[in-house]
């Protein structure tokens, strides 16, 4: 028998057609009934454009279900709980998980294969840095007392200058493999996003430490920025990665270390500490990832060595680090112009140099470089840090 | 491209770029050489089609009357080969509003009417017949949205709607699908105090000494399944799930609205 649905007095401009794609959604045919006043004109429209046919019966109207099915072929955009090893671009930007209706337009997403990017550690560092973010307004004592000398503050003007820039290019760098990442790999993609966030607020703490005292920021050389362009030319994931997180984020974690424990005033120490809280998570998931690619397929490894000899040929005749920036951090960590100061701030920059280096060097043998290999390729890394 | 097999289409809206050019695409792998003209209004489209300027016409229902009336003033014929399931047995339908007390097209009779543009089919030309049937004369209030266009374009039904809810006119004439379609805008509270009899729209329109290309062109065209990913969502801007046979039953509404009002007359003397 043909099921029967009463629609009352329920219009189809009111919403029933919803009770008739159900009926129809269990049964070919279906006999409809109704009171609304529109109901054979609304059903009859509604059903050509649907595809369904329509004929009047005893005491309402048959239908019987358009042979036109939108969701013939489609298929799930893999488990939503799983990451596959490839994304097809067939998936779109459909959830993981999703029902997907054939013939998605490719919107170009060619970091599809799980090996390239993934991290079984992305989620929990999403939710740590979700959970971390922290509110420039009120994390940080912008009211805190300014008492050192001029030139210090120009140093921390100098520094805050460097570190915007390098911020900067921590922000576009990745967020250029973002635009190109499958989304099936969900939680990569979020971590590349809140890292952009993290950057963008660093960018902003710096910049709000510079102008607390001064009109205009620092210098910026064509060796610093020539350094950071080489990280924009790498087409490659997991070599930009490398370079960028595991060697120069990890670089400048030490570096916000140092300007926590060394700079002059409780603002700046403050916002160092805060920012490399986020840092460390971005040299984790860089850790992570690559381990994985490495472990998956060891020639990996091979291709970052050559990518730093690569870098660093590239950067061969320029200046690196820029001496403003290093006399800068003299300065800074010196906190007055006493020879006796200045010998502590130097020492305490030399430190710095080293303590970046034997990161480096860890971080290298971690991703499966024997201890001579680390301490060769961590020489090569830019003498600009990042 | 001598051999080139080309259709006339009028752009009554962007869409109809993507469309064609999509369709042509899909002809393409089937190896049928396949292109398009596009015009601004359909009576330039029929005095090209009857030039010779390209061999069939995506043609709105007063377009095909057209076709066939200037043909035969030249000694031609003109037939269809096909159109949307979505063309057949349409109806247009008058509305008022839900707290009108009209019940009747004869309780019209001296109210303001708010149609489409002058040469839509669906909200003027064959709703207005039902009044001349009925004998009730009525204040037509007419919404012209891109004349020359054959009521394409849903303007000239919404801005007639939006006209009954404002209390500017006492009725409003759509195509039957627009009363829902207008009230999931928000253009609700309207309800149907007369529908129309069943009639067609578009069809594709060819006229005599058309290449034998348009045998291929036509299996292509009822060929194309809803199923397949590649068409079906220019099947879905086109607003069909298959295209079918062409049949000529279902002008005889439009014809006779055409002869009541004089529609064509002036354009017809003119050629």
């Known amino acids: 028998m043909t099921p029967a649905i009463d629609l009352d007095d329920l219009g ?27 109901l054979d004109v609304d059903l009859s429209a509604w059903c050509r454009t649907q595809g369904h046919r329509i004929e009047p019966a005893a005491d309402g109207f048959a239908i ?48 599809a294969y799980k090996v390239d990017i993934w991290a079984d550690e992305a989620a929990r560092l999403y939710a740590q840095a979700a959970a971390a973010q922290w509110d420039p307004a009120t994390a940080i004592p912008w009211d805190a007392p300014i008492e050192h000398p001029d030139e210090v503050e120009d140093a921390v003007v100098q520094v805050m200058t460097y570190l915007i820039e390098n ?9 250029r493999f973002l635009g190109r990442l499958h989304p099936h790999f969900r939680e990569v993609m979020q971590l590349l996003a809140i890292q952009a966030a993290d950057e963008a607020r660093h960018i902003e703490v710096f910049t709000r430490r510079a102008r607390l005292r001064r009109g205009e920021l620092g210098l910026s050389t064509a060796g610093g920025q020539a350094s950071l362009a080489t ?21 400048f974690l030490a570096l916000l270390w140092f300007l ?19 840092e460390a998570r971005h040299v984790a998931f860089g850790l992570a990832h690559l381990g994985r690619h490495v472990q998956e397929d060891p020639t990996v490894r091979g291709r970052l060595a050559a990518a730093i000899e690569r870098r660093h040929g590239a950067l061969t005749n320029t200046a690196g680090l820029n001496a403003e920036v290093f006399d800068a951090l ?54 600009n840090f990042m | 491209m001598r051999n080139t097999l080309i259709l006339g289409a009028v752009a009554y809206d962007a869409k109809v770029v993507p469309i064609w050019d999509g369709f042509k695409a899909w002809f393409a792998k089937r190896e049928l050489d396949f292109d398009f003209v596009l015009y601004t209004n359909y009576e330039r489209q029929v005095e090209a089609h009857l030039r010779g300027d390209f061999h069939v016409a995506w043609n709105s229902p007063l377009a095909w009357i057209e076709t066939v009336r200037l043909a035969r003033k030249r000694g031609r014929d003109a037939s269809t080969i096909a159109m949307r399931d979505t063309d057949k047995d349409l109806k247009s339908v008058v509305l008022v509003r839900d707290d009108s007390a009209v019940k ?74 627009n009363r829902v379609a207008f009230a999931r805008e928000g253009l609700g ?36 399944s809803y199923d397949d990913p590649e068409v079906r969502p220019l099947l879905d801007m086109e607003g069909l799930k298959v295209w079918e046979a062409g049949r000529t039953s279902g002008y005889v509404l439009l014809e006779r609205a055409c002869d009541r009002f004089g529609t064509l007359d002036a354009w017809l003397a003119a050629q």
């Open chain 2, 104 to 177: 009747s097209l004869a309780e019209l009779r001296g109210k303001r009417v708010g149609v489409g543009a002058a040469d839509s089919p669906q909200a003027t030309l064959i709703p207005l017949l039902s009044f001349a049937d009925a004998g009730v004369d009525v204040e037509v209030v007419r919404h012209d949205v891109l004349v020359g266009k054959h009521g394409d374009h849903v303007g000239g039904e919404r801005d007639a709607v939006k006209a009954l809810l404002a209390g500017a006119v006492d009725a409003a004439c759509v195509i039957d699908g």
């Open chain 1, 167 to 175: 911020e900067t290019a921590a922000l576009l760098v990745p967020t």
């Open chain 2, 189 to 224: 509270g309207t309800r149907v105090v007369h529908a129309t009899p069943a009639y067609d729209h578009c069809n594709m329109t060819v006229l005599d000494g058309v290449p034998t290309t348009i045998t291929r062109f036509r299996e292509l065209l009822l060929s194309m």
């Open chain 1, 260 to 278: 926590r424990d060394h700079a002059p005033d409780a603002c700046t120490r403050e916002l160092a500490r805060l920012a490399a809280q986020d």
């Open chain 1, 330 to 383: 003299v300065l800074l960590a010196a906190g007055d112009w006493t020879p006796a100061s200045l010998r502590r701030g130097h020492a305490a920059v030399v430190a710095l140099v080293g303590e970046m280096d034997s990161g480096r060097r860890q971080r290298l043998t971690r991703l499966g470089f024997d201890a001579a290999q680390a301490a060769a390729l961590s020489a090569l890394h830019t003498r």
């Open chain 1, 64 to 111: 019987t279900r358009s042979p036109h099915d939108r969701w013939r072929g489609a298929e799930r955009a893999g488990a939503v709980d799983r990451a596959a090893d490839f994304a097809p671009a067939r998936w779109g930007l459909a959830a993981r998980g999703a029902l997907v209706e054939a013939g998605v337009p490719d919107v170009g997403l060619p970091l």
């Open chain 1, 12 to 38: 189809l401009d009111e919403g029933g057609h919803l009770l008739v794609k159900r009926a129809l959604h269990t049964h070919g045919q279906i006999l409809v009934r109704g009171r609304a006043p529109s």
């Open chain 1, 231 to 251: 990280l924009f030319d790498e087409p490659d994931f997991a070599i930009a990665s490398f370079l960028l997180s595991v060697l120069g984020e990890g670089s």
